[in-house]
Nanobody, 127 residues
Framework: QLQLRESGGGLVHPGGSLRLSCEASGINPNYYAITWFRQVPGKEREGVSCISSPGVYTDYADFVNGRFTISRDTAKDSVYLQMNNLKPEDTGVYYC????????????????????WGPGTQVTVSS
C-alpha cells in the first residue's frame, strides 16, 4: 500500500511562489505516476499536473499556463509542484494521488483508479 503526504502549503501574496512536496512511502514508492489535484472552494476537485514514473512525461491542466512545474526526486521518494505567479483563484486544498500505473492517466480527473491519496495541504493566495 502506498502512502502519500503533502507539505509546503501556506499563505502567499498574489504573484508569489510556493513549492509543494508529496512524499511517498510503502512498497516501491517511486513506481507510480503521481497526480496533483486541487479542491477550490465551490468547485469540484480538479487535476493540476501529473508526472510519470520515471519522470519522463508530464502533463498540466490548461489553467496552469506555464506557471507550475512538476518534478520528482527518486532519492527522496518525493514529487514536487513548483507554483509561480500564484493567483487568488489558485486558493484551495492541494492533494497528491496515485493510481496503480506508471503512466499518467489520459484525463486528470478524480476516479476510483486513484487508490492512494494524501490528506492535502492548504494553499491560500491573498493580499
Amino acid at each position: 500500500q502506498l502512502q502519500l503526504r503533502e507539505s509546503g502549503g501556506g499563505l502567499v501574496h498574489p504573484g508569489g511562489s510556493l513549492r509543494l512536496s508529496c512524499e511517498a512511502s510503502g512498497i516501491n514508492p517511486n513506481y507510480y505516476a503521481i497526480t496533483w489535484f486541487r479542491q477550490v472552494p465551490g468547485k469540484e476537485r480538479e487535476g493540476v499536473s501529473c508526472i510519470s514514473s520515471p519522470g519522463v512525461y508530464t502533463d498540466y491542466a490548461d489553467f496552469v499556463n506555464g506557471r507550475f512545474t512538476i518534478s520528482r526526486d527518486t532519492a527522496k521518494d518525493s514529487v514536487y509542484l513548483q507554483m509561480n505567479n500564484l493567483k487568488p483563484e489558485d486558493t484551495g486544498v492541494y492533494y497528491c494521488a496515485a493510481t496503480k500505473w506508471r503512466l499518467c492517466p489520459p484525463v486528470m480527473r478524480p476516479s476510483s483508479d486513484f487508490t492512494s491519496w494524501g490528506p492535502g495541504t492548504q494553499v491560500t493566495v491573498s493580499s
